[in-house]
């Protein structure tokens, strides 16, 4: 049940509220803490905070028990080390 409210306030944009339902969420028995820590990851890149994204992620990694999920996470990692590149070599040709 909390995976599919935390999706929605990922959706609506709702941060403070995912936050607050996101560590409930944690601290409830059986919610399965990769998909929280995913979904966490996945709004933090959709609002470009990519170093707590990279966090969220790499906290999701460590949980993962799935050869899927660890894939996912892998995949979310290399897209976020491309766009943290991107942006990097964009400041330096403001220069």
Not at 7 to 12: A, D, N, Q, T
Not at 49 to 74: F, N
Request: hydrophobic letters at 40%; zero cysteines; proline letters at 1%.
């Amino acid at each position: 049940m909390y995976v599919h409210y935390l999706k929605l306030l990922g959706f609506l944009n709702m941060e403070k509220a995912l936050e607050a339902a996101s560590l409930k969420a944690l601290q409830t028995p059986g919610v399965d803490t990769f998909t929280v820590h995913a979904i966490l990851g996945k709004h933090a890149e959709k609002t470009q905070k990519l170093t707590l994204a990279r966090s969220y992620y790499e906290q999701a990694y460590t949980v993962a028990t799935r050869k899927s999920s660890m894939e996912y996470i892998e995949e979310s990692l290399e897209r976020l080390e491309a766009k943290q590149q991107r942006a990097a070599a964009y400041r330096y040709s403001l220069l």
